[in-house]
């Protein structure tokens, strides 16, 4: 007697399955969500590649060729050469100070050696092209950092309550008193002025670490409220799950889909508040590759005949600003339909 069996079923990838996933299928199918991904992309390609896109030239100062121990402009694009890893991954500071064409107070309109003009001397392609890259790194690291610290503070007042989430609540009380633009403005100038020779990016991430974290965590304690007394957590617990096991493995995944879409959205407003900071003398020192000091050299020169003063580094601003807004209003979508 012979028994026949069954071809063994494979087991469809993670991967796989995570690409037709409902709320996946709800993203491709939206438009917009692509096109506002697409925006990203192009931004986040942009930033890598930097050094390839506007290279830094010995002709406009040659200090960051000088800091990657390279003598000529086109040696950044040979792989043999350890400026080229450098520029990508780990590039030094000269080459953030946007190139100088001149030292003319007056725009100069787009050249093959300026292909978006010039600002105060500057060039425009060159401080929006690295800047780029300023503006990832700061937002990264401030959307991180107030992520982290408002999942885990947000989970133990909304896991523990009593006397511990009266006192985190009392205090983002207190935060959500002070106007958020007000409170960074307070915080960057105190940091500035006692820490005169700190790198310009720490007085900016600190400042709007303590002003943005609170949002999180008192959006991680309402769903750690709804769902610490789910019964998968109830038989973890009678399992013998510690405390800290169940906020961690048990209520935290639980309560991620709503402060990951907002933190999707925040990497879109980070650079605005970082380009007002920088408006308003604020930000960055003079001639640092950042979009809003672009912004502030176009103040003196808003007008028609000097259009691209304002209209390139504007442009730049919006459209990153709108591919993570469209993006992430998608993403709460589909991972939400309570906020629709």
């Given at each position: 007697m012979t028994t026949i069996s069954a071809p063994p079923q494979r087991r469809e990838s993670r991967f796989k399955t995570f690409l037709t996933s409902r709320p996946v299928l709800k993203l491709r199918r939206n438009k917009l969500a692509m096109f506002g991904l697409a925006i990203?992309?192009?931004?986040v390609l942009t930033a890598f590649f930097a050094p390839w896109i506007a290279r830094p030239s010995a002709e406009a100062g040659g200090n960051c060729l000088r800091d990657l121990n390279l003598s000529s402009p086109n040696q950044i694009y040979n792989p043999a050469n350890g400026g080229f890893w450098k520029a990508l991954f780990a590039a030094p500071p000269?080459?953030?100070?946007?190139?100088?064409?001149?030292?003319?107070?007056?725009?100069?309109?787009?050249?093959?050696?300026a292909y978006f003009g010039t600002s105060?001397?500057?060039?425009?392609?060159?401080?929006?092209?690295?800047?780029?890259?300023?503006?990832?790194?700061l937002s990264l690291i401030v959307v991180g950092i107030n992520l982290i610290l408002g999942l885990i503070l947000g989970a133990i007042s909304g896991f523990y309550g009593g006397w511990i989430d009266n006192l985190l609540q009392r205090f983002i009380d207190v935060l959500y008193a002070l106007p958020p633009l007000v409170l960074t403005i307070i915080l960057?100038?105190?940091?500035?002025?006692?820490?005169?020779?700190?790198?310009?990016?720490?007085?900016?991430?600190?400042?709007?670490?303590?002003?943005?974290?609170a949002y999180y965590a008192r959006i991680v304690r309402g769903e750690v409220l709804r769902t610490r007394q789910l019964e998968y957590v109830d038989a973890a617990r009678s399992l013998g799950a510690r405390d800290w096991r169940l906020i961690m493995k048990h209520v935290i995944p639980n309560s991620l889909a709503s402060v990951i879409t907002l933190a999707i959205l925040d990497l879109g407003t980070v650079p605005l508040s970082v380009a007002a900071l920088s408006f308003l003398g604020l930000g960055y020192p003079t001639g640092y590759a950042e979009w809003g000091q672009l912004v502030d050299f176009a103040r003196a020169w808003l007008q028609p005949q000097f259009w691209w003063v304002m209209v390139y580094p504007a442009a730049f601003i919006v459209l990153f600003s709108l591919g993570f807004n469209l993006f992430g209003d998608a993403l709460r979508d589909a991972y939400d339909p309570k906020s629709r």
């Open positions: 990203t992309l192009l931004f000269s080459c953030y100070a946007i190139e100088r064409e001149s030292f003319a107070p007056n725009p100069a309109p787009p050249s093959p050696q105060q001397g500057y060039d425009i392609f060159y401080g929006l092209v690295w800047g780029t890259r300023t503006m990832f790194k960057v100038t105190f940091l500035r002025a006692r820490n005169p020779g700190v790198d310009p990016s720490f007085p900016i991430i600190l400042a709007y670490t303590v002003a943005g974290w």
